[in-house]
């Protein structure tokens, strides 16, 4: 989605480990820790909430947000060989303040922390026919895990982006016999998404985020499978939202496209699902054009509908697969397909989100491209309790 809605679904589980390093608790089976953390409410008041719009201040709103609480810096892209063979990949991390900084507590621990990180790394190997999906925790203390604004990076352990140079990030991660590395240069900037960047979710007061896309991030580099090396370029996207509420009661889930044309422009958009299956008149999304300037779409400006289900293997769950965008306004119609059906993260919370190829019509003319879909809440209902 616009994602601090995705940074909402995993809050349950994060809370778990969360509370387990901010109070020291000892090592425990993790259901016993997991009914104390359900019994424990959220707290919230004290954190600060997206209100306004609000100019973003670069390069400072490159690092973390800690009066947020939460926070996510997010990587996707497609990549290939020279001679075709396609790889999608996903490095996400997540922040998750323990509590307000107005009641956080300076302690002489140096494994003392009030921030959470928690990363996904996912890799599609197309020619493979395999999708391979890994999660860490980690606290950030120690240099665990953390995220700096000058110069920026984000790490959790060895999964990392920093950047090198001016609009040059490097990014890394490996696990389990699989490995990326990554150059990445942004030729575009930062994209602001909303009202300068202020993303409303719902009518209530706060509920909305700051949220900004790098959406044309060339990429050169190198992914390693078992004993094989590839090397491949293609195109990335970057995201970067704050908040602390976002979820009004009855919305569940939501569809979010991210997707790079070869003309060199770029849509981002979202549909917020309500619990009646009806889309929330809050959904919304981007027009980027080559030269960086944007277009914002209202929930009446476009229309997204799939063609397929598909029934995971793994979780039961049932998502529509297959989809045509339609953008009036832009004489747009995209046809999207994923590159592989399943590309479902069965993690610690169970959501699909993968690679696709784009074909359709631009102004009447043909137009192609990538680009990447998730879509939460089929699995396991989001019931708005954030």
Do not use: C
């Not at 990180?117 to 120690?142: E, K």
């Not at 976002?246 to 309500?274: H, K």
Request: aromatic share 12%; net charge negative; glycine share 8%.
């Amino acid at each position: 989605m616009t994602k601090p809605l995705r940074i909402l679904l995993f809050l349950a589980v994060v809370a778990a480990v969360a509370t387990a390093l901010y109070f020291s608790f000892p090592a425990r089976e993790a259901e016993e820790l997991a009914a104390q953390v359900r019994a424990t409410p959220l707290v919230m008041e004290g954190f600060t909430r997206a209100s306004q719009p609000r100019p973003f201040d670069f390069p400072m709103d490159l690092g973390p947000h800690g009066d947020y609480r939460t926070e996510w810096w997010y990587y996707i892209g497609n990549l290939e060989t020279e001679d075709g063979r396609h790889f999608g990949f996903e490095l996400t991390f997540f922040r998750v303040a323990l509590l307000p900084p107005n009641l956080a507590t300076s302690r002489s621990s140096e494994w003392a922390t009030n921030q959470i990180y928690m990363a996904h790394f996912a890799l599609t190997d197309v020619a493979g026919s395999q999708f391979h999906a890994f999660q860490r925790y980690s606290r950030g203390a120690l240099s665990l895990a953390g995220a700096q604004a000058a110069p920026y990076r984000v790490w959790l352990e060895d999964w990392q982006v920093e950047q090198t140079g001016a609009a040059r990030y490097l990014l890394r991660a490996a696990n389990a016999g699989l490995a990326i590395e990554l150059l990445l240069t942004d030729s575009k900037g930062p994209v602001a998404h909303g009202e300068e960047g202020y993303s409303q979710k719902g009518p209530e007061q706060g509920n909305a985020s700051y949220y900004y896309s790098q959406t044309r991030l060339l990429a050169q580099g190198s992914i390693h499978i078992a004993d094989e090396v590839f090397a491949v370029s293609g195109t990335a996207w970057s995201d970067h939202e704050y908040s602390t509420s976002v979820l009004s009661t009855n919305q569940v889930g939501w569809d979010w496209f991210a997707i790079q044309l070869e003309d060199g422009s770029e849509v981002m958009l979202y549909y917020i699902r309500r619990a009646d299956g009806s889309i929330d008149p809050f959904s919304s999304g981007t027009l980027v054009a080559q030269d960086g300037s944007t277009q914002s779409l209202a929930r009446q400006d476009f229309a997204i509908e799939s063609h397929t289900i598909w029934r995971s293997p793994h979780s039961g769950a049932e998502y529509p697969l297959g989809w045509t965008i339609t953008i009036p306004s832009a004489d747009l119609q995209l046809e999207l397909t994923p590159f592989l059906l399943d590309q479902e993260l069965n993690l610690s919370t169970i959501y699909w989100e993968g690679a696709v190829q784009i074909s359709g019509t631009k102004t009447g003319q043909p137009v192609a491209g990538v680009g990447y879909v998730e879509l939460t809440g089929y699995a396991e209902p989001f019931s708005g309790d954030f």
